[in-house]
């Protein structure tokens, strides 16, 4: 995959994509990351990028102009036109649904905004506007960078040897399942029984109820449309029925 970033502030990129499991999938040739500077499409000497809102009211809004020509010569690059993706709370919510969608694409263009946001009309070039929840971030490079690696570590070869992304959170509905690793017992406490027992069909069942047991107590709303079976059910039904009798006044605050 080829991700094109436009930005004011391109040198924030590197120091992620280029570390860990991106910097790996760069080396690889799974992904190529590249960070544009949005005022290299400006024509003035002071290389300017914003100006006032029309009707008044506090900050600067990113200009039109720039970002039309920085998303037509950088699609321009190539090899292949790119999904182009703008950012704004007013987006649509990313979700792993999305991510997986858009770990699909060759290539993705994303423009970051920043200030007090864009003229309205910048809008028109994007595919999708994506917003990454209900707050307001200084600019739209975290959620370029959220996106990124959402998607990317999705793309196959990525994660290599470092785990799967079959069984994890969201990818069929539920929240993953317990995990623990050594030692067996930390602090008094102590890992189930059964993840020590290496019976891999009792693990794999302990596992299913583990995810729908979270899911349960933290995400409910999941359980209306995760995909379950006759067994998924009876197994939430013993799961509530455990819980109201380990805590009749409701859930905890936090999930660890
Ligand atoms: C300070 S914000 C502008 C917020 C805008 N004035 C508003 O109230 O909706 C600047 C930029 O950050 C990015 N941004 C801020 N919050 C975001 C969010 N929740 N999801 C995605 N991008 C966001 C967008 O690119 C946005 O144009």
Redesign the pocket.
């Known amino acids: 995959m080829i991700v094109d970033a436009v930005s004011v502030i391109p040198e924030v990129f590197g120091p992620y994509v280029d570390a860990s499991i991106l910097g790996r999938a760069q080396k690889a040739g799974l992904l190529e990351f590249r960070a544009h500077d949005l005022r290299e499409w400006t024509h003035d000497r002071h290389r300017t990028v914003d100006d006032a809102p029309f009707g008044g009211g506090p900050g600067m809004l990113m200009k039109p102009a720039p970002i039309f020509e920085a998303v037509r010569a950088v699609q321009e690059l190539g090899p292949v036109p790119a999904h182009v993706v ?6 649509k919510p990313f979700d792993q649904a999305a991510a997986e969608r858009l770990s699909r694409e060759e290539r993705l263009l994303f423009v ?7 003229d309205e009309r910048a809008y028109s070039l994007a595919d999708e506007v ?11 490079e975290l ?1 370029a960078l959220t996106v990124t690696d959402a998607a990317v570590r999705l793309i196959p070869g990525v994660l290599g040897g470092e785990g799967s992304a079959d069984e994890e959170s969201f990818s069929e509905g539920l929240l993953e399942f317990e995990q623990y690793t050594r030692p067996a017992v930390f602090e008094g406490m102590a890992v189930p029984d059964v993840l020590l027992s290496g019976d891999h069909g009792r693990i794999k069942e302990w596992r299913r109820s583990s995810a729908l047991e979270r899911t349960y107590r933290w995400r409910p709303d999941l359980l209306e449309t995760a995909p379950l079976s006759e067994k998924d059910r009876d197994l939430l039904a013993d799961v509530a029925a455990g819980l109201e009798d380990e805590n009749p006044t409701g859930p905890r605050e936090t999930c660890s």
């Open positions: 703008f950012f704004s709370p007013c987006g970051c905004g920043r200030y007090e946001g864009m994506l917003s990454l929840g209900d707050y307001v971030l200084t600019g739209g959620a």
